[in-house]
């Protein structure tokens, strides 16, 4: 058959086919290579919880938490992998974030007293100071105030009473080692106030104040006893007591305050003033209170005891002079609550006044019963503790006359904080 001219081109190009579709048939299946990359689903290793892709190290950069994560690393040149493949530098490992301490000492370290806690630990500084004058008035009363002869000593020979003391000896040490459980009333108190937060200065003073007390308590218990109970310092031991339990329980109030801005009058300014009036002869009741002691028959010695000394005044013209000054807080009692009713004042303002003045009535009954019973051991007692009750009743009016506004956001009206009395 005869070639023609046309047929020329075709046969070049079949004589050329075999040496193409080598390279076509490369390029198609590196395409196709690529797309089933594309294709293949992430896959999750089970041991980390973390996806891993089929992507290559310069998809994802080295330096990100999953690429570190799965890229392995090589201990002897602290490398990872793939940046040893690559070549390129590792990236600069994150220092860890120190642990915070959690043994016992930094927990300690690190509490804060609760505010049930605050409460309740000045609440018992505030019973505490008042138990102490009650066992003190049982030393006394039992005629037990030389049971221990000397001090800080019970004896020149023993710290302990020994045999030969008796009962008067056992009463006397027992009230000694009960100033340690006050202290350590006292010491709580403290230590709850050190450990609020925020920290409140005034809480912190007054708790310390109390701890000198209870120092000052001890000193002047001792000279009491070295001076054969000299009535004088028997009567400030006595009053130092009365001062404490004053003091307790105006911690007490302070700390069921919010705060320590300044506080808002409830009452007439006049008023308040009646109720310093008031206070300060409530005072100078509870002075003569212990002159009357200091002159009558219950001089804490025992008979043979060298102490016997009493005060230079007749038991009748102290008493008069006591029952004389019960009239006038009486009457001051009186005259602030018909004050306080005439004024508007709150419920809680009048409240504490009516209850002060049926304290004075029930110790007026008291003080008259045991004056003319000649002064039976367990009425005195009970109108020593008596006399604490209706002194920090006192203080309980004077500090119901101002309350203390808790804070609150900027744009609201504070809000009053009435501190049950």
Not at 90 to 105: D, E, M, S
Not at 295 to 313: I, M, N, V
Not at 351 to 371: E, K, N, P, S
Request: charge should be positive; proline fraction near 8%; hydrophobic fraction near 50%.
């Amino acid at each position: 058959m005869t070639q023609t001219a046309g047929d020329a081109p075709a046969a070049g190009t079949n004589t050329s086919t075999p040496a193409a579709v080598p390279a076509a048939s490369a390029g198609a299946a590196g395409a196709a290579g690529e797309a089933a990359e594309a294709k293949v689903p992430a896959q999750t290793d089970r041991a980390t919880g973390k996806v891993a892709t089929a992507e290559s190290p310069a998809a994802e950069p080295a330096s990100s938490p999953s690429a570190a994560a799965s890229d392995p690393t090589d201990r002897a040149t602290g490398k990872s992998a793939s940046a040893a493949a690559t070549g390129s530098p590792a990236a600069p490992a994150t220092p860890a974030t120190p642990a915070t301490p959690t043994g016992p000492l930094a927990r300690l370290l690190a509490w804060r007293t609760p505010p049930a806690i605050l409460t309740w630990t000045c609440f018992v500084a505030f019973v505490a100071n008042i138990a102490i004058i009650v066992t003190g008035g049982a030393v006394r009363l039992t005629d037990s105030g030389l049971g221990c002869p000397t001090w800080p000593t019970c004896t020149d020979g023993s710290l302990v009473p020994t045999s030969r003391l008796g009962a008067y000896g056992i009463v006397e040490f027992t009230n000694r080692m009960l100033t340690f459980a006050v202290s350590v009333a006292v010491g709580a108190a403290i230590i709850a106030c050190l450990r609020w937060h925020p920290r409140r200065a005034v809480l912190n003073k007054l708790s310390w104040t109390l701890f000198v007390g209870v120092v000052v308590q001890a000193v002047i218990g001792g000279i009491s006893v070295r001076t054969h109970l000299a009535p004088i310092w028997v009567s400030l031991h006595m009053l130092v007591s009365l001062g404490m339990v004053a003091l307790s329980y105006v911690l007490w109030v302070r700390s069921r305050e919010p705060n320590d801005n300044d506080p808002t009058p409830t009452v007439q300014p006049i008023l308040r003033r009646l109720g310093y009036v008031l206070t300060a002869g409530v005072g100078a009741l509870l002075i003569a209170g212990t002159i009357v002691t200091g002159s009558g028959p219950h001089s804490g010695a025992k008979a043979g005891d060298p102490g016997h000394k009493r005060f230079p005044l007749s038991p009748a013209n102290a008493t008069q002079l006591h029952a004389d000054l019960v009239f006038l807080v009486v009457g001051l009692t009186v005259a602030l609550w018909f004050g306080l009713k005439a004024t508007g004042a709150g419920p809680r303002v009048l409240t504490t006044v009516r209850d002060l003045f049926l304290l004075l009535m029930a110790q007026g009954v008291i003080g008259y019963v045991q004056y003319f019973t000649h002064l039976p051991v367990l009425l005195v007692g009970i109108h020593m503790f008596g006399a604490a009750i209706v002194w920090a009743a006192t203080w309980r009016v004077l500090l119901a006359m101002r309350e203390r506004k808790a804070e609150t956001k900027t744009g609201t009206e504070p809000q009053a904080q009435a501190v049950p009395a």
